[in-house]
C-alpha cells in the first residue's frame, strides 16, 4: 500500500533544522536612469534564491522535486532588459498599495487623493510607477538581503515621504520575507509580493494540475470592475471553496458569476486566524514532482491569482511563454480597496506607526513508499 510521507528536507518548524545560508552579490547592469542593479544569491543546502534591487523582485527559486532533480518554480526572464520592459510585475514587490483602487480615489482624515489609473477605472498595485519598477538599495544581512526604498510625498498620488524595506531570508527549506515601512504622513500601505508560482518546474506545464488548500471560510466578492463589493461572503458551496485541496483547473470553467468576471481566479480570501499573527494562509501541492508550497502568513488575506490575464506577450526563461494559466500567485495581503470600505482591516499607517507583517514560503516534497 502506498504511503505518503515527508522527505527529509521538509523545512519544519522544529527547532534547530534551519541551516545558514551563503549570500553573494553581483552586479547584473544597470536601469533606464543608469542606477546599478544588483542580484544577490541565497543558497541553503535544500533552496536557492536569487533577488534583484530593481523592484525587490524575487528572480528564481530553486529546488528538488521528489526524485532530486532541481528546477526554478517561479516564472521569470534570463535578461535584465525583459524585466525593465515587464508589465506583469513577475516576481515583483508592489506598492504602496498591492491589488486595485476603486477609481483610484481614497481620503485620509477628509483629504482626498488619486492615484493614476491604469487597470481599467482602477488604479493597480500602487499605479503605473509601482514599487516593482523603482530601484531599491539592497545590502547583505545574515543569511539573507534587505532592500530599502524611499518613496517621496506625493508619489503616484500617496501622502507622506515613506520608507519601505524588505528583506528576504533563507533558512533551510524556509524563505522568509519581512515588510517594514515609516512614514511622515498619514498614508494608506499594502505591500506585497507578485512572484507566479509553476511548481511544474516546466516550461511546458501549466498550473491546472495542481493542488491548492486555502486556509478561508470566506471572501471578499468583486463587481465587473474587480473591485470588493464591500460583502464577506463564505466560500461553501462556491467553486472558490479550498478549504479542503483541490487541482486549480477543476472548477475554473464552472457556470459561476464569480469566475466569469475574473476569468479565473482573481479574489482575496480572508484568511482564518487574527490580523497580525502568524497563520496558515495556503499548501499548493504538484502531484507530478511531488513539490508541495506552504505560505503562512501575518497578514489577513491572500489573492489567489491564476494567471488569468497572461496572454503571451513576454517570453520567460527557456523560451517560456507566459501565457494563461502558466503560473499562480498568493499574494499576501490586506484586501482590495480598503482604503474605501471601513468594515475591512485598515491599512492607513501614521506618523510614529511602525509597519511589520511577515509572509513564508516553505518548500518541501511529498514522496511515495512504493514498499
Known amino acids: 500500500m502506498k504511503v505518503v510521507l515527508w522527505v527529509a528536507f521538509l523545512i519544519i518548524v522544529v527547532r534547530g533544522a534551519a541551516t545558514e545560508a551563503d549570500v553573494k552579490k553581483v552586479e547584473w547592469g544597470r536601469s533606464s536612469d543608469g542606477r546599478t542593479i544588483e542580484i544577490y544569491t541565497l543558497r541553503s543546502a535544500q533552496l536557492e534564491v536569487r533577488a534583484m534591487s530593481y523592484g525587490a523582485r524575487l528572480v528564481s527559486i530553486r529546488t ?49 487623493y488619486h492615484v493614476p489609473l491604469n487597470n481599467g477605472r482602477n488604479a493597480l498595485h500602487g499605479g503605473p510607477t509601482s514599487f516593482d519598477r523603482l530601484v ?63 511548481l511544474t518546474g516546466s516550461d511546458k506545464k501549466d498550473i491546472l494540475g495542481e493542488n491548492v488548500m486555502l486556509n478561508a471560510n470566506s471572501y471578499t466578492p468583486i463587481n465587473a470592475d474587480l473591485i470588493p463589493t ?22 475554473i470553467d464552472k457556470p459561476d458569476e464569480q ?30 514532482t511531488g513539490r508541495m508550497l506552504t505560505v503562512m502568513t501575518t497578514e489577513p488575506g491572500v489573492q489567489f491569482y491564476s494567471g ?9 526563461r527557456r523560451g517560456m511563454r507566459f501565457v494563461k494559466y502558466s503560473g499562480f500567485c498568493l499574494e499576501t495581503q ?15 499607517l501614521r506618523p510614529g506607526d511602525k509597519f511589520h507583517s511577515t509572509t513564508t514560503l516553505a518548500f518541501t516534497v511529498l514522496a511515495v513508499d512504493k514498499k
Do not use: C
Open 64 to 112: 528538488p522535486d521528489r526524485n532530486g532533480q532541481v528546477s526554478d518554480v517561479i516564472l521569470g526572464y534570463d535578461s535584465l532588459q525583459e524585466y525593465l520592459n515587464d508589465t506583469t510585475h513577475v516576481g515583483g514587490v508592489v506598492g504602496r498599495f498591492g491589488n486595485r483602487i476603486a477609481n483610484g480615489t481614497f481620503s485620509i482624515d477628509g483629504q482626498n
Open 136 to 198: 531599491w538599495k539592497g545590502h547583505e544581512i545574515p543569511n539573507g538581503v534587505e532592500f530599502t526604498l524611499i518613496s517621496r510625498d506625493g508619489d503616484m498620488g500617496f501622502p507622506g515621504n515613506l520608507t519601505a524595506r524588505v528583506r528576504y531570508t533563507l533558512n533551510g527549506n524556509l524563505l522568509r520575507i519581512d515588510y517594514f515601512a515609516t512614514t511622515d504622513k498619514a498614508t494608506v500601505l499594502n505591500l506585497t509580493n507578485h512572484a507566479y508560482f509553476n
Open 230 to 251: 464591500g460583502e464577506q461572503a463564505s466560500v461553501a458551496g462556491t467553486p472558490l471553496d479550498f478549504r479542503h485541496a483541490a487541482a486549480i483547473g477543476s472548477r
Open 259 to 288: 469566475l466569469r468576471l475574473a476569468g479565473g481566479y482573481d479574489h482575496n480570501f480572508i484568511l482564518n486566524g487574527k490580523n497580525g499573527e502568524m497563520k496558515l494562509a495556503a499548501k499548493v501541492h504538484d502531484p507530478d
Open 308 to 316: 488569468n490575464h497572461l496572454d503571451g506577450s513576454f517570453v520567460g
Open 334 to 348: 490586506h484586501y482590495p480597496d480598503s482604503p474605501n470600505e471601513l468594515s475591512f482591516p485598515t491599512t492607513v
